[in-house]
């Protein structure tokens, strides 16, 4: 089975703190991405990756960096969280452009 | 540019309706994907189909029906006979990374 996961459901962080979701897929896909979701907005990307190493903004890059080591792991870094950074947080890959994508469950993010 | 508007924000049917959740989209590529992603209460989005802009055939998937218009930029999602199950989110995707707001289907028994 498939599968996408993503280190913490929930979390909850204070204001300044360095934050780290960290995201792994098993299916050995090129791709991956980080969204956020906000009522009312759809899902947003932040990041992408298309290879090991390799990143690419999104629509909303600012107050966010990404790591990509390894293939399989996408992290996903608030350098100093702000409020306006609570959000649910999704992860997914995909193995190519075009293709469908596979999500995790996501880690919906409070900081206070 | 690329854009997808989901212009209906939430609908809410009776059990055995049919309904359709609307998806417009903005694109200059004439090479192009678009998605229909589930998002049900538990969270997790479910990929439910994909077409490529030179394959404008109707897809047809049990209950599950789309209807891909390139005149219209539309590629539109009816479900017949709604359940209960069918409630979620719906998403409506361009290429990799272009979503639309959802929308968020009720069926009620």
């Known amino acids: 089975d498939v599968k996408v996961t993503q280190s913490s459901r929930y979390l909850v962080k204070r204001t300044g703190e360095k934050v780290f979701l960290e995201c792994v897929q098993d299916?050995?896909?090129?791709?991956m991405f980080w969204y956020r979701q906000d009522p009312g907005l759809g899902l947003r990307l932040i990041y992408f990756s298309y290879d090991v190493k390799m990143k690419e903004k999104g629509d909303i890059p600012e107050g966010y960096s990404v790591s990509r080591e390894k293939k399989e792991r996408f992290s996903l870094i608030l350098e100093s969280a702000s409020t306006n950074q609570t959000s649910m947080y999704l992860c997914?890959?995909?193995?190519?452009?075009?293709?469908?994508?596979?999500f995790g469950p996501g880690t919906r993010l409070t900081v206070l | 540019a690329q854009k997808v508007t989901q212009a209906q924000t939430e609908i809410s049917v009776v059990e055995k309706e049919d309904v359709t959740l609307d998806c417009v989209y903005e694109?200059?590529?004439?090479?192009?994907?678009l998605f229909w992603y589930k998002q049900p209460p538990s969270g997790e989005l479910v990929f439910l189909i994909r077409r490529n802009s030179f394959d404008e055939q109707n897809e047809i998937s049990g209950r599950y029906s789309w209807n891909f218009q390139k005149s219209t930029s539309s590629f539109n999602f009816t479900i017949t006979a709604s359940q209960v199950v069918d409630s979620a989110v719906y998403f409506c995707?361009?290429?990799?990374?272009?979503f639309g707001a959802g929308t968020r289907l009720t069926v009620k028994p």
């Open positions: 995707a361009l290429n990799d990374m272009r």
């Open positions: 694109t200059r590529d004439t090479t192009y994907y």
């Open positions: 997914a890959s995909s193995s190519g452009w075009g293709d469908e994508q596979f």
């Open positions: 299916m050995d896909h090129e791709n």
